[in-house]
């Protein structure tokens, strides 16, 4: 009897993906270059790696095909001191075009004028919370 365990990737099922998927089928289109900055907050530099491909690989229906981090990415202790830059590309559609591609930033801290938000939405002291605010059980 296994225990199956699975990452909290919420952000593909917000009201905001939602309406941008929707957008996307009716007026804008498949994305080709999605830009992403953000801040680690509450959570990892990796959590929000993570987060942000999963977000963009359910924008774009594909898998990435590559992740690429610069040499120092791969030292621990530098994902927790700065800003790291993550380059992903992602699958060609079986239909053909271009493949998809984005670039994300994330900051240890929040950019300056920026709120701090972590790989997921998040309540006072971290406490995970659902689109309307209210605390998950």
Not at 15 to 38: C, D, H, N, Y
């Amino acid at each position: 009897a296994g225990v199956t365990i699975m990452p909290e990737l919420g952000h593909r099922y917000t009201p905001a993906t939602g309406r941008l998927k929707e957008l996307m089928a009716t007026r804008l289109g498949r994305p080709l270059v999605m830009e992403l900055e953000a801040s680690a907050g509450a959570g990892t530099t990796a959590e929000v790696l993570a987060a942000a491909i999963d977000w963009c690989s359910s924008l774009t229906g594909m898998p990435p095909l590559s992740v690429a981090l610069p040499p120092e990415a791969a030292d621990r202790a530098s994902l927790a001191a700065g800003s790291v830059h993550c380059e992903a590309t992602f699958r060609v559609p079986s239909a053909g075009g271009q493949a998809a591609r984005a670039v994300i930033t994330v900051h240890a801290a929040p950019p300056a004028g920026a709120p701090a938000r972590g790989p997921g939405p998040r309540g006072r002291a971290g406490t995970p919370v659902n689109s309307s605010g209210d605390p998950l059980p």
